[in-house]
């Protein structure tokens, strides 16, 4: 029995997991880099940046430092999103518990780490950074999961994805409660594919849908067509890169993670492409590279704008030709209009 864990980040999914596991009776300490927000989480129970209106429960704490939050733990968390994650793993190196091998490490940041020769997915990424014997160890926790819905106890299904069986189990089991039911998986390439490249999907769903407000030639019909050649990209990407398991997506862990992504009203990555077309949100940028510089302009993380270069690179180094990410690329970085991509992209000549 697991008696206390570490999370590293406090952002709204890293708290809705903290939640669960706490309300199983497992003390969870959460780090992040805000006092504020940790003084907020300590006294009122409430992370409100992230995910206000949600009570905390009592045996979840909140510190700035990284090594109360990670050492002593039998489990960690990493919750950081993929454009921060090395700069936490950085901090969890001089950790005795972690430096020991004697921590179980899973981790929910969805995309690419970029590299001198290709963008690199984020379990091979971190393993490159932590001791050796973390090697093929590490769970990938990943499915269609907005955290505002774990949060309240909507019922949710997560994938536990590890080369080591032991411990895709050990956090599964962890996870599990009557509101979230989690399976476990050996493809973690492929699990880590479809993590990443849904979010540049949801991107060009969200321009779809913002379009289809404004002219009857776009409808749910089109939506689907988007979906499944989405699905079709996640697949030859993933393929490419070493999948193992045809299934995999197929499961929650692609379609199922993609539908909710594009779909949902909780999507960032949705609402960057409505914002896209409604508000013309790319206007306060010169290019893709501009975006990227100033994400942080942004109201919100939109995952998809970064996973989008890295993405469209490994394609082009694969010698894929995947049409939707090429739409997105091209879309972010303003090579034409976003309503002249997606007309080049359906062939159709007007909305």
Request: proline share 3%; aromatic share 6%.
């Amino acid at each position: 029995m697991v008696n206390k864990i570490g999370i590293i980040g406090a952002g709204a999914f890293g708290t809705a997991l903290a939640k669960i596991v706490a309300e199983k009776g497992i003390d969870v300490t959460m780090w992040s880099f805000d006092k504020e927000g940790c003084d907020q989480i300590n006294s009122v129970h409430e992370n409100k940046k992230f995910l206000p209106g949600i009570k905390l429960p009592e045996n979840i704490t909140a510190t700035t430092s990284i090594l109360e939050a990670a050492n002593d733990k039998e489990i960690i968390i990493l919750a950081s999103p993929s454009l921060f994650i090395l700069d936490s793993v950085k901090k969890l190196l001089d950790v005795p518990f972690v430096k020991e091998g004697k921590t179980t490490i899973g981790i929910v940041a969805k995309g690419f780490i970029p590299s001198k020769d290709e963008p690199k997915l984020i379990l091979e990424t971190i393993e490159n950074y932590l001791p050796g014997f973390y090697r093929d160890n590490l769970v990938y926790i990943s499915g269609p999961s907005h955290a505002e819905e774990v949060a309240t106890g909507g019922f949710t299904g997560l994938i536990s994805a590890s080369k080591n069986p032991k411990n895709s189990i050990k956090i599964r089991e962890l996870l599990s409660s009557d509101s979230l039911n989690v399976f476990s998986s050996f493809d973690v390439v492929g699990v880590q594919i479809s993590a990443a490249v849904k979010n540049v999907i949801a991107i060009a769903f969200g321009v779809l849908d913002a379009i289809k407000e404004r002219s009857s030639a776009i409808g749910d019909n089109t939506e689907s067509l988007l979906l499944a050649a989405g699905l079709n990209e996640i697949m030859s990407l993933g393929k490419s890169l070493g999948a193992t398991h045809a299934e995999t997506f197929t499961s929650i862990a692609g379609v199922g993670d993609l539908d909710v992504t594009c779909r949902s009203i909780h999507g960032r990555n949705r609402r960057f492409g409505r914002d896209i077309i409604l508000n013309n949100i790319l206007d306060n940028f010169k290019d893709y590279d501009d975006l990227i510089d100033n994400l942080d302009k942004l109201p919100y993380l939109p995952e998809g704008a970064v996973a989008v270069g890295h993405a469209y690179k490994l394609a082009k180094k694969h010698g894929l030709k995947l049409d939707i990410i090429n739409t997105v690329w091209n879309i972010l970085n303003k090579n034409s209009t976003p309503e002249d991509e997606v007309k080049k992209y359906l062939k159709i000549t007007k909305f």
